[in-house]
């Protein structure tokens, strides 16, 4: 058979795992090396009280014949889907219902899996930096055309720089589907109502859909900033919403989240006609998936109980606390800096002007902390690094006192 030759036009290893790869390397060589983790966006804190009582209780349902579960249905169970469009829209005033809620195992399967149910010729849009599986997933697809100087040559790239604080703006030329994330993974910045009402007008002057991921908007602490792209008029006719347990609960190793795809938000097929998304959504879900696992969903379900609803808020806190910690000592350091304010994400660029790859090596050599390199997201991130809020609050103090040493 011929290979989906796609594959080979990618880069070879996705950022994450790139990462990873060094860090395994350095740790040989160098084993008694305490490496503080500051990279990827993955949690330190246990699961909530409320999420492991709920999950024992569900596993001992799977042990008895009468409340046994085999597979569920793909869409997830009534339960969560009951609580999610409950808790976390019809309670903020956002109208969303269950059936247009669809549950995965989590945020980056559903970004990647929605391009089975967009045609192959469509314009992407995506922003630079952005989480690298808006693109790889798509050039996968065949919607990259040729990598020529870092970017594909067929998306439109949407510029986020310290000039527009890395927020873009609706560009002039047409796109179908474009990929926002706010807070904004790698840089922390969230838009305001105002700046994501453009966004909303753009898709519908140009019947084109936005795939928001939202999976970050736990940690939305400023006023007038919108959690929701369905807090905005008119967005549930150009929107699919991505969410995650991840970052909240401690779901990054359980995996569960979900997809928003609402009944009035339509494509069109090749003779013009107007087709629902959810329906092909729903087609793509019941055929490539079985849903996610009875006993995750019942776990992420009991986040929407009171006890589950103070447990996250707190977890949010405590990473926040950290992000400000890491804000104030890299600003002290002499780093620019930006986001970390509604993002467990801190962005920065270092005074000596370093890329980011070597940014990076320094750190992990003369610290021994990992970060992430911000020209991995994007060639707009080159000279930038990211640092995550998600280790414990001892390890974020002590790396900041090294980084502090490494910056004298
Ligand atoms: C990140 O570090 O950008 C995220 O943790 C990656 C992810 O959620 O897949």
């Known amino acids: 058979m011929l290979i989906n030759n796609n594959f080979e036009k990618l880069p070879e290893s996705y950022l994450f795992s790139t990462v990873a790869a060094k860090l395994r390397e350095f740790k040989e060589a160098n084993p008694s090396a305490d490496v503080i983790r500051m990279d990827i966006g993955d949690v330190t804190l246990p699961i909530p009280a409320s999420a492991l009582a709920a999950m024992h209780r569900a596993v001992d349902d799977m042990a008895d014949k009468t409340t046994f579960h085999g597979y569920g249905p793909e869409q997830g169970y009534a339960f969560l889907r009951d609580a999610i469009a409950e808790g976390d829209y019809r309670a903020r005033g956002v109208d969303i219902r269950s059936d247009e809620i669809f549950i995965s195992d989590g945020a ?45 040559s067929n998306f439109i790239y949407l510029d986020c720089t310290e000039e527009n604080g890395f927020k873009p703006t609706p560009p002039e030329a047409h796109a179908d589907v474009v990929f926002l994330c706010s807070p904004a993974n790698p840089t922390g910045v969230a838009f305001t109502r105002s700046e994501l009402e453009a966004w909303v007008a753009y898709a519908r002057r140009n019947n084109a859909v936005i795939i928001y991921d939202s999976a970050y908007c736990a940690y939305v602490t400023s006023p007038g900033v919108p959690r929701s792209i369905y807090e905005i008029e008119g967005a549930r006719e150009v929107a699919i919403e991505v969410r995650s347990f991840s970052k909240t609960a401690g779901f990054t190793g359980l995996r569960c989240g979900y997809t928003v795809v609402p009944d009035t938000l339509c494509g069109f097929d090749p003779e013009g006609r107007k087709v629902q998304l959810r329906k092909l959504w729903n087609r793509r879900q019941t055929t490539k998936f079985n849903g996610a696992s009875y006993i995750i969903q019942r776990g992420a379900e009991s986040l929407y109980s009171e006890q589950g609803r103070a447990e996250t ?94 910056m004298k």
Do not use: H
């Open 108 to 152: 980056k399967s559903d970004l990647g899996n929605l391009g089975d149910i967009y045609a192959a010729g469509n314009v992407v849009a995506v922003t630079d930096p952005g989480y690298p599986v808006y693109v790889d997933s798509n050039v996968i697809d065949g919607r990259g055309g040729e990598l020529v100087g870092g970017r594909w």
């Open 313 to 406: 808020e707190q977890n949010v806190a405590y990473y926040l606390e950290n992000t400000r910690i890491i804000r104030d000592s890299v600003a002290k350091a002499g780093f620019k800096v930006f986001g970390g304010t509604d993002s467990p994400y801190v962005w920065m660029r270092s005074p000596r002007g370093e890329g980011s790859w070597e940014l990076f090596e320094k750190c992990l050599r003369e610290a021994n902390i990992s970060c992430t390199p911000g020209v991995g997201f994007g060639a707009n991130g080159e000279g930038y690094i990211r640092l995550t809020g998600f280790n414990t609050r001892e390890k974020t103090v002590e790396a900041m006192r090294r980084l502090a040493a490494m």
